[in-house]
Every structure is written in C-alpha cells, then in structure tokens.
Nanobody, 121 residues
Framework: QVQLVESGGGLVQPGGSLRLSCAAS????????MSWFRQTPGKGIEWVSSISNGGYQKTYADSVQGRFTISRDNAKETLYLEMNSLKFEDAAVYYCAKLSGATISGRIDSRGQGTQVTVSA
C-alpha cells in the first residue's frame, strides 16, 4: 500500500533553513503529482506546494512563495521541500501527500504521518 514517510523537521531559528524529505513506496512514484501541506492548531490545514510527476509544474501558496522550493527525485522516489527564511508562522506539522493524477491539479488521496517544524528564537 501507499507509504509516505516524512523526515527533516526540527527546531530552527527565525531566518533559518530546513529541508524536508518524503520517502515514498508502495506505488509508482514517478507517475503521480505530489504536494506538501501543513497543519497548526490555530490555522488548521494549509496547502503549501505541489509538483507534477515530472517536476516541470510547481506551484506555491502565497505565504511561502520565494522562500520554499519543492522538488523531487523520481529515481530515489523522494519528495523534498527546501524551506528558507523561516518565520514564526511557518511552524507546523508538515505532511507530504500523493495526488490522484500526474498534474498539480489532482486531489490528495494519501498522506504521510507528518514531521514537526518548530520556529523559535
């Protein structure tokens, strides 16, 4: 079955950087689009970014545009989220998600267990 395992979260100071990874298994990774979303107790669920199966289409939430970069390595079946210039409001549990199709417009049909990102001085 589909398995998505996130890693790379942790504690970082404002202005710092982190790279999240999501190891995928149980499905043909290279034919599906993927996304990152995040969840906080206060703001609920927020979509962060999506990438098409080949990596050519990428889209970002306005709140992270210019600071976060989504990428994927289909040979390694791994999704990444490079996060720079982190702000207090970026603190959340980050989830990777499999989309239902190849493009960025598919719906989420599976997600991982999440990785915690804490931004604190």
């Amino acid at each position: 079955q589909v398995q998505l395992v996130e890693s790379g979260g942790g504690l970082v100071q404002p202005g710092g950087s982190l790279r999240l990874s999501c190891a995928a298994s149980g499905f043909n990774f290279k034919i599906f689009g993927m996304s990152w979303f995040r969840q906080t107790p206060g703001k609920g669920i927020e979509w962060v970014s999506s990438i098409s199966n080949g990596g050519y289409q990428k889209t970002y939430a306005d709140s992270v545009q210019g600071r976060f970069t989504i990428s994927r390595d289909n040979a390694k079946e791994t999704l990444y989220l490079e996060m720079n210039s982190l702000k207090f409001e970026d603190a959340a549990v980050y989830y990777c998600a499999k989309l239902s199709g190849a493009t960025i417009s598919g719906r989420i049909d599976s997600r991982g267990q999440g990785t915690q990102v804490t931004v604190s001085a």
